[in-house]
């Protein structure tokens, strides 16, 4: 039983003035979401502040307090996980669907993670909050459904080679700036990271766990799971910030259920929604960080047999995705999307869908 | 039945003006090694050109022809697989033993291809030719040497983070150049890689091979094996080039034989000589590029139970090596120090050692 989509709809940044935050606006605009009210908020910091937005003219920012939500039907976050935690289930409560990029809400039982080409229907249960899954699992994603609905998979190996971007703005004037000295003759200062990120590859990104991994690499291990529906996957990742201003590229190597050749993967990757082949490596043809940035989609190439697993079932292969874009602000914009279309932006219990129906609709 | 170390020694660098070539001869130097004269060879284009030794004073450069090796010992080569192929036998044919850094000889069967602290034991059947493998695979097999003794290894898994200078000096200038055009905002020329370097990440080191593997990645396939001795090793690799002066970081995955802990796994590592484990991460204490530049050893670290892979029997961790250094010129110097040590400076042969005794010594 769909619900019907508001005929008038509100719609918020949160952290509207934030990497991500702008981008969401940005990527609002650019695909004529269906709103007829535009509100950005954000911390006392920037509250008050005046945001040029094309064709809205001068917007002033809000500051982000529980009441901020009366009338918001949807509202993005990207603000950090304490804001989320605190603000989303006050948007809930007032009756706003909360689309949160944070960490906060993901692994939380009940609380649909979504990429907007992979797991849409998990949308259907969601009771006001709805999460944006990090930025390195996100990317992989849309071709591991292809390869989890062919061939199914056992187990995926993920390296990263991460852009300073998902730290932030101030992470991309560090890098600038150590990019300056550099040229100068100068030290490198570092203040955002631990070590200077200008030439040089930081194992380090979020904080270490009792496992050893980072919160970063463990994000990849169970987002992943919960994303494609794959409890049990087994998943190791190394997650690598790298001297790059846009765009997280990874080197895969996953292990299938049954035989897959590289041909036979490159056609079920070309067939997801959002996601390019560029795989011609004898003419220089692959993805590449610099050319992924400022686009929605998901490049995938350098997909290969990886003999290291016997009987056809081992695949590697290179993705590359702009992370501020279909890692973050993107794929916000495109569950509002689905929402929109599908009648959902209400919550579930509002719709009346039972309250014990979390999990999958029954498609 | 050892032979014995000639009373005086004259060693050769051929290639001595390149990237590898020059740190060849400081690493010379400042191991002491026991040289009574150091001769300088190169190409046309460096031929004739004065070299400034510290404590030989300025040596000329001399035209690497076959008859330029008469009465030199010991040849350590970086001149390019073409010179290694064509100028290797002209130069063991005169009795001088060449250690060649390039990657002309080091798959063919009978020729020793060794990592000083793995598998010195190979130098013993050598014929003149000796071959220092890749950098990308020597960091790598002090590590792998340790778990392959304790607990036996099945696969590894190895994404590369690789520094230009690998390329040579004009990569490190193409670098410099680009971060200047960048913080200049003039538009980034790349001459020497296919795309910018700067600010990018390229999967493509190397030509590209017909199972879809560039070159580069295949090498850390075949020399692991070879090296290790084991013929059947599972390997899978992705090499790429980031935007880092100086020094390869690896993101590896073993799985192994038996089960094995993160705390075994540091003091094996620990106590291979020339490997340094550096593994606080909760200190920010784990390998970095900038950190190990300038270093012979092989720094290990972010080692941490892989639980994709059942039993204990998964590791993951991250190696860093200065790859001019421990990846070419300090192994080089290293293998011949080996062979001063064990009186093998001469060929097998001419040491009466059978010419079909090729493989390990009786050890």
């Known amino acids: ?45 920037s509250a008050g502040k005046s945001v040029a937005v094309p064709g809205w003219g001068d917007i002033t920012v809000e500051l982000a307090t529980p009441d901020a939500f009366e009338g918001i039907d949807i509202a993005l976050f990207s603000a950090g996980g304490g804001t989320s935690k605190e603000l989303a289930p006050e948007a809930a409560g007032r009756g706003c669907t909360v689309i949160d990029n944070s960490s906060a809400w993901r692994m939380e039982p009940g609380i649909p993670l979504v990429v907007s080409q992979v797991n849409p229907d998990d949308l259907e249960a969601h009771e006001g909050i709805i999460a944006n899954p990090n930025c390195s699992t996100m990317q992989l994603m849309p071709p591991m459904m292809a390869l989890r609905d062919a061939v199914g998979i056992e187990r995926m190996v993920v390296d990263t080679y991460q852009a300073v971007s998902g730290t932030g703005h101030k992470a991309i004037v560090e890098l600038e700036e150590q990019v300056r000295a550099h040229a100068e003759g100068r030290p490198k200062v570092a203040n955002v990271y631990p070590y200077p990120i200008g030439f040089n590859a930081l194992p380090h990104i979020d904080v270490f766990l009792d496992n050893g991994y980072t919160k970063e690499e463990w994000k990849v291990v169970t987002e992943s ?19 790059v201003f846009m765009s997280h590229s990874e080197a895969v190597h996953v292990e299938t259920t049954a035989p897959i050749t590289p041909d036979r993967a490159r056609a079920l990757f070309a067939a997801v929604p959002g996601v ?25 190439g350098r997909v290969r047999q990886d003999p290291s697993i016997p009987d056809e079932r081992g695949l590697a292969f290179w993705v590359v995705s702009d992370n501020l874009r279909k890692g973050a602000a993107s794929n916000a914009v495109e569950i509002a999307e689905v929402l929109v279309e ?22």
């Open 1 to 45: 039983m769909p619900g019907t989509a508001p005929s008038t709809l509100t719609v918020a940044v949160v952290g509207a003035t934030g990497a991500v935050g702008r981008t969401m606006t940005q990527v609002l605009l650019e695909k004529r979401f269906p709103m007829t009210s535009l509100r950005l908020l954000a911390s006392e910091r």
């Open 225 to 243: 799971r919960k994303i494609l529906h794959l409890p049990d996957l087994r998943v190791s990742c190394t997650a690598v910030r790298v001297p």
């Open 276 to 300: 390019v082949v560029m795989d011609d490596p004898t003419n220089k043809v692959y993805p590449l960080a610099e050319q992924a940035a400022g686009s929605d989609l998901v490049f995938v």
């Open 342 to 363: 599908r009648g959902w932006v209400a919550s579930a219990s509002r719709r009346g869908v039972g309250a014990g129906a979390g999990g999958r609709s029954g498609a």
